[in-house]
């Protein structure tokens, strides 16, 4: 049994304690969490207004140490690289992951000395301007090297599907008794993807070496699967043999699940995740299609799934993320030997002729060029030579190269409008973006209802952007595509790739939110109504450790319809049905999208924690996951076509020829999103959203319509203000 006594007294009123046991000692440097800040404003409102500093110094007295001892360091938050220093030697940086974890540190021989010792934690010098706010401590030092630390005991962990019997690719997570992450004493290799506290094995099997403690032991394969959880302790010198089951739980038949948006070290140049390691969290995540997106390359999976044995469960797809000064883009699917496309050009007229040229062997992709009936962009032929298909706008709000898509300075959102001429020529966004999430979380997916307002053929996406293991984890953000799912490994990829620009889609940040309209009409679909009620139902899924509270339904954008969902779940729901929405509603007078979207608190839990924004926007966060359709049309005026809001307003403006007070007249029968295009169109023909002949016009005019006009009115200011500071 261990004994406690304390030892000493140490400046800066640092505590130190001894732990004997027959093997090492333990010294306690700092028993509690610190909160530090690396600049002067506070990152996020959940911490203090004051930190207890910018840096951490704990000083100590101790011998020599004549061998290797390990420094454990409990951190949280940590999104820069804080420097570890022990008397004035560097011995590494924390880990730049927000998560809750143990990390460690060799303390080389001669790294303490005789006397007093200082452990300083301090930000990067020379780091960003951006304030970090991370917590530090549970500092610790023990008399042993790094590998013996943590490998005093031993975890032998088995996963299997529940159904079939048989061990299966997972993500393990090991948690220490004070809830942290915890340093596991192994290493990745061609069977399984370490990290701090998690380890994705591609054979269900993970043995992972722990300091003697007690552990909680969580397994799962992402969204579609149950969690299983088990709390163990283990001493010293035991092997503690574990088994967990987990099942698929959310009905996802007919749909595969694919990740858009997928990075490596090994060719991206930035990250933590190998392609190898790569494969490995492919599989233990329940990626079915993933599109290999490292930037401006062309890399094929097919080599490395096979040499990993993880091809089964998988179809791979060659793509690129076209990384330009002024957006980035996922392309896909590439052919083999295409060259890479000029991903230094900034006209983006250029860049989609570029991409819709990349092979001499295949034909214009028609989704890119714009072709089809009704909304722009709606046909593509699936039976094509091979060649780019798909082009997504990728993190549309993200500023990268000083540029940001979505942003005022660029782009009108109610109208889905480029202010500087820029062909909106791609076919996809994203919606959601797990490993770059934005501090208002539905903020892109009202950019994307305002492009099929404009009358462009645009899919919504989910994906990751991962470049990690760990950190912002593979497809935590993903797409389910329409597409027979009955064997993962060999995919139809033009099937799935034409359900996908038709946009039969299902978008999933730790939820899932299926449509269905007049009992048989999906997302990607056409309804034609007539003067028949439209009903609709909306399925939310999830696994039973992710929670939705409600589910919006939206016309052209306009929330319409909306319903709470209890935290207790309907008993008489099938697993992995969260809630079930019924609404019938009079037919419109005019054609309208449908799409419904489903939320929740976000997942603290450390085995699939959702992220806070990449680039906040705000010091106030709530996290939330999200499920969210694709668009149904409703083909009201049954011309056989999806009109969009633009098309009745480049109607009504050019009949109205001038006259302001027939316009708004006119518009009392459409919606507010028709009404916002108008606006456009107006102030484009050379009109002032201002002139006392449209002012006065829009007194007399249906609340639908001012309210459209005032939307305009106000984004459109705002246009005007960010354009005037670049001309400063």
């Not at 699936?382 to 000083?402: F, T």
Request: aromatic share 6%.
């Amino acid at each position: 049994m261990s004994v406690i006594r304390v030892v000493g007294l140490f400046a800066l009123s640092a505590q130190l304690f001894w732990m004997d046991d027959a093997s090492a000692q333990h010294r306690v440097l700092k028993p509690k969490l610190v909160h530090l800040r690396s600049g002067v404003e506070r990152e996020w409102s959940e911490f203090p207004e004051a930190a207890h500093g910018q840096r951490l110094d704990v000083t100590f007295a101790s011998t020599r140490n004549d061998a290797e001892q390990t420094l454990f360091v409990r951190q949280q938050d940590v999104k820069q690289a804080w420097n570890v220093l022990l008397n004035g030697k560097t011995l590494g940086a924390l880990t730049v992951d927000e998560n809750d974890m143990v990390v460690t540190f060799s303390v080389s021989a001669g790294g303490l000395v005789e006397g007093e010792n200082t452990l300083r934690i301090e930000p990067p010098v020379g780091g960003k301007a951006a304030s970090d706010d991370i917590r530090v401590g549970e500092i610790e030092i023990i008399s042993r090297p790094v590998r013996e630390a943590l490998r005093e005991a031993t975890l032998d962990v088995l996963v299997f599907d529940a159904h079939a019997k048989t061990p299966v690719p997972c993500r393990i997570t090991v948690l220490n008794d004070r809830g942290a992450m915890q340093s596991l004493g192994v290493e990745s290799n061609d069977l399984q993807a370490v990290r701090p506290g998690m380890a994705f094995t591609s054979t269900g099997r993970a043995t992972l070496g722990v300091p003697a403690g007690r552990y909680t032991i969580l397994a799962g394969r992402g969204f579609e699967y149950s969690l299983a959880r088990t709390e163990v302790t283990v001493a010293a010198g035991e092997t503690l043999e574990t088994r967990l089951q987990i099942s698929r739980e959310v009905p996802t038949k007919g749909f595969v699940a694919c990740d858009t948006h997928v990075h490596t070290l090994t060719h991206s140049g930035h990250g933590d995740a190998t392609i190898n390691e790569r494969m490995i969290t492919l599989a233990g995540e329940g990626i079915e299609l993933p599109i290999a997106t490292d930037h401006n390359k062309h890399i094929d999976y097919e080599e490395a799934a096979t040499k990993l044995g993880v091809r089964p469960y998988f179809t791979p797809v060659m793509g690129n993320e076209v990384t330009t000064p002024r957006g980035h883009f996922n392309i896909f699917p590439i052919a083999a030997g295409s060259r890479v496309v000029d991903h230094k050009q900034t006209d983006w007229k250029l860049l989609f002729e570029d991409i819709e040229n990349l092979s001499d062997s295949s034909p214009l992709a028609p989704a890119l060029r714009g072709e089809g009936s009704g909304v722009r962009g709606s046909s593509i032929d699936s039976n094509s030579k091979p060649g780019v298909k798909v082009a997504i706008l990728n993190h549309a709000r993200d500023l990268h190269s000083s540029v940001r898509p979505f942003g005022p300075r660029y782009h009108n959102a109610v109208v889905g409008e480029n202010l500087d001429g820029w062909p909106l020529r791609f076919n996809a966004m994203e919606v959601v973006n797990s490993g770059a999430t934005q501090t208002e979380p539905l903020r892109l997916f009202h950019d994307w209802m305002g492009l099929l307002n404009r009358g462009l053929n645009v899919t919504p996406v989910g994906s990751s952007d991962s470049h990690d293991v760990g950190r912002h984890f593979v497809g935590q953000g993903r797409t389910y595509i329409r597409c027979d799912d009955s064997d993962v490994a060999k995919i139809n990829v033009d099937e799935a790739v034409a359900n996908f620009v038709q946009g039969r889609v299902m978008v999933s940040y730790g939820l899932l939110t299926e449509i269905t309209v007049n009992d048989k009409y999906h997302s990607g679909d056409t309804v034609a109504t007539g003067d028949e009620n439209v009903r609709i139902e909306v399925r939310v899924l999830a696994p039973h450790w992710s929670r939705a509270d409600r589910v919006d339904l939206f016309a052209n954008g306009r929330l319409i319809s909306s319903a709470p969902i209890s935290e207790s779940p309907d008993p008489t729901l099938p697993a992995g049905v969260k809630f079930v929405a019924h609404w019938e509603t009079p037919t419109f007078q005019h054609d309208v999208h449908l799409v419904a979207i489903a939320t929740g608190p976000g997942i603290d839990g450390l085995h699939w924690r959702t992220a806070k924004p990449y680039q906040p926007t705000s010091p106030d966060w709530k996290g939330q996951v999200i499920g969210c359709s694709g668009a149904v049309w409703l083909d009201v005026d049954g011309d056989g076509r999806r009109s969009s809001a633009r098309d009745y307003a480049e109607r009504l403006v050019t009949d109205a020829r001038g006259d302001w007070k027939k316009l708004i007249a006119s518009l009392s029968k459409y919606d507010d999103a028709v009404a916002a295009q108008a606006a456009h169109l107006v102030r484009v023909s050379g009109t002032p959203l201002q002139s006392e002949s449209l002012v006065t016009a829009l007194r007399a005019g249906a609340d639908m319509t001012r309210s459209g006009f005032r939307a305009y009115a106000e984004a459109w200011r705002e246009n005007e203000i960010e354009r005037a500071k670049q001309k400063m």
